[in-house]
Each structure stands twice: as structure tokens, then as C-alpha cells.
């Protein structure tokens, strides 16, 4: 059980800002009174947790000063990747005797293998070490630089670059550089040159980067002064980057769900006509063929008091007088015409004269005979009959 702490005690840490001790102090006190430690070596360790936070906390506040990726930490390098490199020349890039020496760090390699990731995390062991370091990807440092000329703090920025300890260029060469951003870059690698060391990533090779300049002299300088005194570090393999698209996407086909098969909406059964018994396959339902509406079959009403009371709104006389008589048996199969008391019920429910109705069997939206449609619903159909009627 850990012991309390006085509250005096506490304010008077905070006054003199060892606030953040108290996280600790329960713990280190049971420590001491575990194995006896005297007053002279607990008072050490306090003050030894101390330094370590205060260390820990202006690392990575310069850190974020320097403009470095704080989840870039050597120790949060994946092990596992694909990509290889120089081992034995990473261990002594490591060691960060080419900042003493004031040498130079080529990192070159394809899209995604991990370049900018080895920078950053040398920036953070300099950092760490009270080396002062600026991280800054090419193309935005020569937008600032361009944009410095216009405000007359063109000199300033170039100082700044010129006094860090480490300075770290992403992604060099990725465009082309015109007149002023090759004087720039000739000015930063002239006056670091054996002075101060730079880092520099890159998709290309020093030898290309000569075309992308606009001067060709001033160009070839700043290269060569660059890579004498540089190590050069050559990345190879896969992309981190697809690594990790490709296990989302095998999340997401974890989380997907069998989707229900839906049944065709045209796949209609037709029901039994008078004095036939039709037997449909449970697996093969019939289709009613129904070439003169888009959306498909007409599915037929069972009653035409059922339809009646299921629709809202009465069908066209075109649709729903044929639908009526097919299933009513109304309809004279040889001649077509409609016996005078189905007409006198149908024209009353629908609001259409008797006298008008001179052809209902199958009606075409048109208002023409349709004896495609007839044969096909009836199976009856008198070919020397008339072949088109109209509602008059």
C-alpha cells in the first residue's frame, strides 16, 4: 500500500516547480522504505525522475519546434517491412558521429519505402542529444524562401538554415527547380559544406538532379560539394504504405455482410383460368407476357370486387375493363364483345357508357387491340374477326 502524501508537502513542491514529482513520490517512498534506502539515495532518485521528465519534455517540445513527425521514433520503426538497407551503415548513422564530423546523409530509394521515416527519427536522436535540427520538405522550404524575397527577409530565413545544427531537406528534386531556387540550394550547400551537416531524402539519384536545375554550373557545384562528404544510405523494397492499405482491406471484407438475393420483380404467377388446372414449378414461376407496359407482367386481380377495394384510385378503362373481364368471363371469346349486362356494371364502375364499350378483351394504352396480348391471355382469339377497335 503506497503512503499518503501531505498535502504541505505537495504545495511546497509546486512552489518550487517539482509538481510533477508527486506523480512518483507514493511509489519512490515505498521503494525506499522496501530496501532501506538511505535519505541521500532517495533524494537522488527524485531528482534523477525529475531530469529524466524535464528531458523528455524539451525533447519533444524542440521536436515540434524542429518540424519533426513525432510518431517518426527509431524505436516505432516496424521491423517486419520489406525494405532493405545497410545495417551496419544505419548503426553508425546512429551514432551520430557524421554530425561531429560534419558530413552529409544521402536516404535514396522508391516511393514508400520508409526514407523519410529513418530522417526523421535520426532528427529525433540529435534532438535529443541538444542538437539543434530543422525538418522541412524541399518544395515548401523553397516557397518560403521565394516568398521571403517579396518581404525583404530573404537573408534572415538563409541564416536560420545556415546556423542549425542538422538540417533535414524531404523529398529533394520531386519537380524541377528554376533560377532562384538553384541559388538557394547553391548558397545552403556552399556555406554548410565541412561546416554542418545535412540530410537529404530523395526519389532520384544525384545525377539526375542536374537536369532539374536551371543553372547547370551552379548546379553541378552544389551536387558535388554534397555527395563528397556524404554517406549514402539506398532504401529498397515494398511500400510501408500498401502494407497497411491492404490490411484495412481485409478489415473491411471481414466486416461484410452476405447480401439477400432478391428475386426478380418481373416473375410474376399467373393464377388458374376457368376450367383449366395449371400446376406451376415451384422453382420456374410463370411469367405473364405483357408487351405493351414497360414495368412488366400485369399481375391479374383474383375478384373484381378485390380490386376494387385494394386500389385507391379506379384503373384506366383501358387496363382495369380487361382485367374485369378476363377474370369475369364476360367477354364473348369469338366475337369479342362484351355482353350487355357486364357492360351496363362495368361502365357503372368505372364511369364509362355501356354503348361505348365495343372492345375491352386486351386494349392497347393507344386504344387499339392488341391480339398479341389476347392470345396470350385467353389463348382465344378469332383471327377473322376485326383486328383494331377503338372507345369511341
Not at 167 to 194: K, P, S
Not at 339 to 347: K, M, W
Not at 351 to 377: K, M, S
Request: aromatic letters at 4%; glycine letters at 4%.
Amino acid at each position: 500500500m503506497n503512503p499518503t502524501i501531505d498535502a504541505d508537502l505537495i504545495a511546497t513542491l509546486r512552489k518550487l516547480k517539482l509538481g510533477r514529482l508527486a506523480d512518483t513520490l507514493p511509489e519512490r517512498l515505498a521503494l525506499a522504505k522496501t530496501n532501506k534506502l538511505s535519505h541521500a539515495e532517495f533524494l537522488q532518485i527524485l531528482l534523477s525522475d525529475e531530469v529524466t521528465r524535464r528531458d523528455a519534455a524539451s525533447a519533444d517540445r524542440r521536436g515540434r519546434t524542429a518540424g519533426l513527425d513525432p510518431t517518426m521514433h527509431l524505436d516505432r520503426w516496424d521491423a517486419t517491412t520489406d525494405t532493405t538497407f545497410d545495417h551496419k551503415l544505419w548503426d553508425e548513422l546512429c551514432s551520430l558521429r557524421f554530425v561531429e564530423a560534419a558530413n552529409n546523409v544521402l536516404i535514396m530509394g522508391p516511393v514508400g519505402v520508409g526514407k523519410t521515416f529513418l530522417a526523421t527519427a535520426l532528427g529525433h536522436i540529435a534532438v535529443r542529444r541538444h542538437h539543434s535540427v530543422h525538418f522541412e520538405r524541399a518544395d515548401r522550404l523553397h516557397k518560403r524562401l521565394r516568398a521571403a524575397r517579396l518581404d525583404n527577409s530573404h537573408d534572415a530565413e538563409l541564416r536560420k538554415l545556415l546556423r542549425v545544427d542538422l538540417l533535414i531537406i524531404d523529398d529533394f528534386a520531386l519537380g524541377g527547380l528554376n533560377q532562384a531556387d538553384t541559388d538557394d540550394l547553391y548558397e545552403i550547400v556552399v556555406e554548410r559544406h565541412r561546416s554542418a551537416p545535412t540530410i537529404v531524402t530523395s526519389n532520384r539519384e544525384p545525377v539526375e538532379w542536374l537536369a532539374l536545375m536551371a543553372d547547370p554550373l551552379l548546379a553541378q557545384s552544389a551536387v558535388d560539394r554534397l555527395k563528397s562528404a556524404a554517406y549514402e544510405l539506398v532504401v529498397e523494397g515494398d511500400s510501408y504504405r500498401n502494407r497497411q492499405k491492404r490490411r484495412l482491406r481485409a478489415r473491411r471484407r471481414r466486416r461484410q455482410l452476405p447480401q439477400p438475393t432478391k428475386a426478380h420483380p418481373h416473375h410474376l404467377t399467373t393464377p388458374p383460368v376457368d376450367g383449366q388446372h395449371h400446376v406451376a414449378d415451384d422453382n420456374t414461376p410463370q411469367v405473364v407476357p405483357c408487351t405493351w407496359r414497360n414495368p412488366g407482367p400485369l399481375q391479374l386481380a383474383s375478384d373484381s370486387r378485390d380490386l376494387g377495394r385494394d386500389v385507391e384510385r379506379p384503373a384506366p378503362p383501358s387496363q382495369a375493363l380487361s382485367v374485369d373481364l378476363l377474370q369475369t368471363r364476360d367477354v364473348d371469346v369469338h366475337t369479342g364483345r362484351v355482353q350487355a349486362s357486364s357492360a351496363h356494371h362495368l361502365g357503372t364502375q368505372y364511369g364509362t357508357q355501356p354503348d361505348c364499350i365495343h372492345r375491352v378483351d386486351t386494349v392497347h394504352p393507344n386504344g387499339c387491340f392488341d391480339p398479341c396480348a389476347y392470345e396470350a391471355l385467353t389463348g382465344v382469339i378469332d383471327r377473322n374477326d376485326e383486328k383494331r377497335a377503338r372507345f369511341q
